[in-house]
């Protein structure tokens, strides 16, 4: 019976207990959470709440219980050096250290490495500390994104076309993101559609899980402004319709050649999930940015479908040993919808701001699964906060199928909610093919 310990409050790392719980070594589960998530608590032998900075009560938390691991679900206590304090206690961790979590804490560290270690995937770029030879870089690209040098909760990056329309408006959010921060990266805008490839490595060995596509934006059909992810899908043979083989193989290449540059930047092994973000265009897949953990939503799909032990899976990544196990998902569809306040994402003037405590009831979802997010369980019931609420996951052998059973679920939820109705439909997904056939015929 190990102990092991979770740090983390979200519905990923909800996905993250359950999975850990699935294993029939039969683990006791100790979790560190920043708010009370009443999914969590359900399946731990003891919670504590604290902040991610407090390394102090983690460190001393895991000790008191003998953790033999940990697993680290968000970003934000591995930029903190969650993974570092442990590790000086005698206790591994699936997720890297400070150093290593820099592949999503700064997005010029991971530009750069790819750079110079002659990586493929890198859009043209350049990092601006000030304005100068903004606007001549500016000018040189024919479509713009621009980011913001740091963590952002996937909310950041702003692309021409969906944020802004011209160069002057370019310029104009670049001086302001710099009046806030010390360095902006701008880099030319592709093309195509997205997919998630979040891989697992133990430093030396790399495995992909299956391919989920993610949407961020807040409305139907990709409108509205871009939020942590309103909901995720993934297909029974692990891949997407508008990928081509080779889509998948050169991501995971990418994902191996960058795990191999941090272990020989840093002498350090990558220990943990290395989570591209990645771009199907005319001339094959392109990195858009890494992060240091599993997905959220993304995470939702994926665990639920591992046949392979959870716990065992961490241990060979905390021991180098991954090319000594054999890790198998079900092949089975999922979606995933995210039910949020309804004001989720929206500026005050336009309806955003959700009441604050407002009071959500849960009646049956089903055959959906449930995670839950920002929620607070009081003793009279489940409140809203103004992140997500709960993650419902149908799970089936075909797309439409999942569809339905997440939709059964998203419908049990009542209150002042809201969610995405067209994620894992048909005619979304029949969007994107058409997209690919247009900018990549045969």
Wanted: with cysteine; charged share 25%; aromatic share 6%.
């Amino acid at each position: 019976m190990p102990n092991i310990l979770l740090v983390g409050n979200g519905a990923r790392e909800h996905a993250i207990a359950e999975a850990i719980s699935r294993s029939k070594q039969n683990p006791r589960l100790f979790s560190y959470m920043k708010a009370n998530n009443p999914g969590i608590a359900s399946l731990s032998e003891k919670t504590l709440l604290g902040g991610y900075a407090d390394l102090a009560a983690i460190t001393g938390f895991a000790r008191e219980n003998k953790i033999e691991f940990a697993v680290i679900g968000p970003e934000d206590p591995l930029a903190n050096g969650v993974v570092d304090a442990l590790t000086s206690c005698g206790i591994g961790s699936v997720g890297p250290s400070r150093s290593l979590a820099r592949l999503e804490t700064s997005k010029a560290f991971t530009r750069n490495l790819v750079s110079k270690y002659r990586i493929p995937g890198n859009p043209r770029y350049k990092i601006f500390t000030d304005t100068n030879g903004m606007e001549a870089f500016v000018d040189s690209l024919e479509g713009i994104v621009i980011k913001p040098d740091g963590l952002t909760g996937g909310k950041g990056v702003l692309v021409q076309g969906d944020h802004f329309s011209t160069k002057d408006e370019a310029l104009s959010l670049c001086r302001q993101i710099l009046s806030d921060t010390a360095s902006v990266i701008i880099e030319e805008k592709f093309d195509g559609e997205e997919f998630s490839l979040q891989c697992l490595c133990d430093g030396k060995t790399v495995i992909p899980t299956p391919l989920v596509q993610d949407h961020k934006r807040r409305f139907e059909l990709d409108r509205g402004p871009n939020t942590g992810g309103m909901g995720s899908y993934s297909l029974p043979d692990h891949t997407m319709p508008f990928l081509r083989p080779s889509d998948l193989e050169e991501g995971l290449e990418i994902t191996r050649l960058l795990a191999a540059a941090l272990l020989e930047e840093t002498g350090e092994p990558y220990k943990g999930v290395m989570y591209g973000g990645f771009i199907a265009t005319k001339d094959g897949a392109r990195l858009l940015e890494y992060n240091a953990r599993f997905g959220d939503p993304e995470a939702m799909n994926i665990l639920p479908l591992l046949k392979t032990d959870f716990v065992e899976v961490c241990r060979h990544i905390i021991a180098g040993e991954l090319d000594k196990i054999n890790i198998e998902f079900e092949p089975l569809a999922t979606v995933c919808k995210y039910v949020v306040p309804e004001g989720y994402g929206l500026p005050a003037d336009e309806g955003g701001g959700p009441p604050a405590g407002a009071r959500i009831e849960i009646g049956d979802v089903g055959r959906a699964r449930l995670y839950y997010s920002s929620v607070d369980q009081k003793d009279d019931g489940l409140y809203l906060s103004s992140s997500r609420a709960i993650g419902i996951v149908g799970i089936a052998k075909t797309l439409a199928e999942a569809r339905l059973i997440a939709d059964e679920g998203v419908r049990a939820i009542k209150g002042p909610v809201s969610y995405r109705q067209d994620i894992g439909t048909d005619a979304l997904i029949r969007k994107r093919v058409e997209h690919m056939k247009a900018i990549r015929p045969k």
